[in-house]
T-cell receptor, first 112, second 112 residues
Framework: GENVEQHPSTLSVQEGDSAVIKCTYS??????FPWYKQELGKRPQLIID?????GEKKDQRIAVTLNKTAKHFSLHITETQPEDSAVYFC???????????FGKGITLSVRP | KAGVTQTPRYLIKTRGQQVTLSCSPI?????VSWYQQTPGQGLQFLFE???????NKGNFPGRFSGRQFSNSRSEMNVSTLELGDSALYLC???????????FGPGTRLTVT
């Protein structure tokens, strides 16, 4: 089955700096890659996603890139703010309404 | 639109008991998936329902079961609770044919 790995497990950046979180996946059939943000005590929130027919997608300060050949995808956050501090999960699935396989999550801390 | 709702939000049970958790999807969403979130294992897929049918199941023992009603609301049941079942149980809903899954706030189950 699919295996999604996420590195590093923690990341600390200074406010205003950029943060990059990387994930790798194993199943070449995976074609959908969402990113979720989970603040303490709250639900995972879908913040951005990408499908395998696209190499990059941007939404204001966040972007996701996908390298299908290398089977990895990354989340980029620019101009980080303290409210970006949270746990970020990457995931992969093989189609619509399909199960999501998650990475273990990364704790991002943005220092004011 | 109202988001995914889950009840109850918190539960404390003792070993050997059983528990039923409920999930109401976003209006119009007919696919409901359940995930278990623990600090050690992260987010793991339990099962997915569409049109009252279980279409996919994760690698959990038979003590974990679920069902979906004609109004798309879903329940999951855990019988003969074990200490290791303590977790946050999340459900996510999606439109048929859609890749995006939206999570509820979860039910925090503590087994003592």
């Amino acid at each position: 089955g699919e295996n999604v790995e996420q590195h590093p497990s923690t990341l600390s950046v200074q406010e205003g700096d950029s943060a990059v979180i990387k994930c790798t996946y194993s199943d070449s059939a995976s074609n959908y890659f969402p990113w979720y943000k989970q603040e303490l005590g709250k639900r995972p929130q879908l913040i951005i996603d990408i499908r395998s027919n696209v190499g990059e997608k941007k939404d204001q300060r966040i972007a996701v890139t996908l390298n299908k050949t290398a089977k990895h995808f990354s989340l980029h956050i620019t101009e980080t703010q303290p409210e970006d501090s949270a746990v970020y999960f990457c995931a992969a699935s093989t189609g619509a309404n399909s199960k999501l396989t998650f990475g273990k999550g990364i704790t991002l801390s943005v220092r004011p | 639109k109202a988001g995914v709702t889950q009840t109850p939000r918190y539960l404390i049970k003792t070993r050997g008991q059983q528990v039923t958790l409920s999930c109401s999807p976003i209006s119009g969403h007919r696919s409901v998936s359940w995930y278990q979130q623990t600090p050690g294992q992260g987010l793991q897929f339990l099962f997915e329902y569409f049109s009252e049918t279980q279409r996919n199941k994760g690698n959990f023992p038979g003590r974990f079961s679920g069902r979906q009603f004609s109004n798309s609301r879903s329940e999951m049941n855990v019988s003969t609770l074990e200490l290791g079942d303590s977790a946050l149980y999340l459900c996510a809903s999606s439109l048929l044919g859609s890749y995006e899954q939206y999570f509820g706030p979860g039910t925090r189950l503590t087994v003592t």
